[in-house]
DNA sequence: TTAATGTTTGCATTCGAAGTCATTATTACG
DNA sequence: CGTAATAATGACTTCGAATGCAAACATTAA
């Protein structure tokens, strides 16, 4: 009959006429125990529903499981995909998802020093901006720092981050087989350090393409903020021919902008072209011509990495590149 | 100057020449410390870099101040709105969430051993299924559950449910202000407890209202699901007046079929209902008719009866149910 | 049978903060 | 100024599992 309060390993090892030790080691793989006594001590566990105590498991051997994932709010809209891998993925290698979340700039330092209160293995941003004296923290304390989706090039930081470089050129060579004349790009927000990456590459890009006339819009990756953009645009200049979006969301906006109170027909009248590859990208009515962002791949190296500096605190950092796929739709011209 | 190793409250004594006891004082709110020994003592910790130590804290307190959420990959599209809530809401009360996602079934006796060990103070189960000898179990050992969007008849489970009957009579309503003749019932998959719910109440709904012709199709709330099961219907039937979904992905998909591929026109040829409300469905070229789940209440709503629950063991189970919105977008014929 | 080796086992200590309790310092007040 | 009341402090114990160490036991070789 198992009891209501709890039971530690002193009632295991009472019950079943063991010592404290011994029952530790029956749960932590790998001791010796005999046969004998291992059976012994799982039948009364199991009697009693003792299970250990993972707190106290973490104060001794100052390895907590647990790994902190920070989400800004900023998070693009496939996070919750990602979230998802990573839990499984970390799960996979025994750890667990400590979840904090980020939206305002306030608390910022309270939010890291619970953080660091919490003792965790390993942290793991998605899309946070983190700057460079946070990172230095971690350091001091050893817990090693993944950063996903960013490219920091000054630091000493471990990154995994989607091709963005290389998914944009595969872009515009898509929109320049129709020689549009007049270029729009529509970023993502300024503070968001993924919208300023694209939005650059995508303006030296264009240079190189030899591309004159490029105007730039900031949105703030929603849809709403595609439609105003594109909204504010046309009234006072004259439709462009291709419009590049820091992501898919907003180009799902542009589109449907376009086509409701501007009667312009994409791709016909506009090419347009978004980043991620999220699932509504696919959908009938957008078909958006975007880049993939392979998630699955940047979590699991993510997982890889972070693993890698938590088992090897001095391995030098590490900065993963993956390339996205192009899916072609049916939002750019075809020449 | 910080050091690299970890510092304890007793190296923060020895500095400050104090006590072990006055350190750990200081950083309890509400304790009788004067205020000479919580300057020297702040400033020591300050300059030693010194944090306390959660999970020694949480080992002798009882309270590891983290809250399992559990996280099933059925879970709806809106579930990073929610969880995002849940994480905020959670840590304006000083809770973190540690994170459990649920895919497969098997594992499922493992995942509930874990959180167990991780000495959780309270677990909110998004869209899981959870039978009932999983409740007893947490029951046994004090452990307070909230089920989100789950209304289990037979339980003394808390849980925090929208009104699926009054969203879905609404809908309906609506509907048969066109007195349509023909009904599709798309629910979710079976082994989902919402989409019975939804569906059951629907089909229920529609004998109140007196109609006659209604047949149920079975998807698996995914965008494709509604693309295939309305086209597999009609290779052998007429086309409905009204289809209800039980989901808005679902919605679009068939929104999505009945344009490309049958040349209907919604809402006049078909008028479709969806629920939950998530983004997409306002989008232009979509504009569900649908109900919004209120999820921001509904998270207060859960995280409020989970705290209580925490606070006073012993309070009785609640049931908090919540109506949602009624949007009226363009996708039911009007009258 | 004994020595040598390997395997199990229990004792005692550890992790780091919190809380109990008795003691000392401080304040209030007659 | 003395005494009661209150505030502040430190010594010591506690939470529950892990582990170094030495003792006990089992196994093999000689």
């Known amino acids: ?24 080691r029956v749960f932590r793989p790998g001791l010796s125990v005999s046969q004998k006594t291992r059976d012994k001590v799982m039948a009364t566990a199991n009697e009693m529903g003792y299970r250990p105590n993972a707190i106290a498991r973490m104060l001794i051997t100052k390895q907590s499981g647990m790994v902190a994932v920070i989400v800004s709010s ?20 025994n750890k667990r ?16 020093e619970q953080i660091l209160t919490f003792q965790v293995d390993g942290v793991i941003a998605l899309a946070a901006h983190f700057e460079s004296h946070r990172l230095a923290q971690f ?64 303006i030296k890009l264009l240079k190189q393409f ?10 703030d990756y929603s849809y709403q903020s595609g439609r105003d953009c594109l909204a504010k645009w046309l009234q006072h200049n004259p439709a462009p021919d291709a419009i590049i979006c820091s992501n898919d969301t907003m180009a799902i906006g542009v589109i449907d902008e376009a086509r409701e109170n501007h009667e312009l027909h994409i791709p016909n009248d506009i090419s347009v072209v978004g980043f991620d590859g999220i699932t509504s990208s696919a959908w009938q009515s957008y078909q958006i011509t975007t ?22 605190p001095d391995s030098p950092p590490e900065a993963r590149v993956l390339t996205g796929a192009l899916i072609k739709g049916n939002s750019v011209k075809r020449p």
Chains 1, 2 share one sequence.
Not at 75 to 87: D, R
Not at 141 to 159: C, F, K
């Open 1 to 24: 009959m198992a009891k209501n309060k709890k039971v530690t390993s002193y009632d295991v090892a009472r019950e079943a006429g063991v010592s404290q030790s011994a029952v530790s």
């Open 74 to 93: 900023r998070a693009n809209v496939n996070y919750p995909e990602v979230l998802s891998q990573v839990s499984k993925q970390l799960a996979a290698r």
């Open 97 to 112: 998802v400590l979840l904090f979340t980020l939206d305002d700039v306030e608390g910022l330092d309270e939010l890291f």
């Open 139 to 202: 350091e001091k304390h050893e817990i090693p720092v993944v950063l996903y989706n960013r490219n920091v090039s000054d630091a000493m930081a471990n990154t995994v981050c989607c091709n963005h470089e290389q998914g944009i050129k595969q872009l515009i060579a898509e929109l320049e087989k129709n020689n549009p004349k007049k270029y729009l790009v529509l970023s993502g927000p300024k503070d968001s350090d993924v919208a300023n990456e694209r939005r650059e590459i995508a």
């Open 210 to 219: 030899a591309v004159k006339d490029v105007s730039i819009l900031y949105g």
């Open 291 to 312: 880049i993939k962002q392979p998630v699955e791949k940047l979590v699991k190296a993510a997982v890889e990495v972070l693993l890698e500096h938590i088992e090897n």
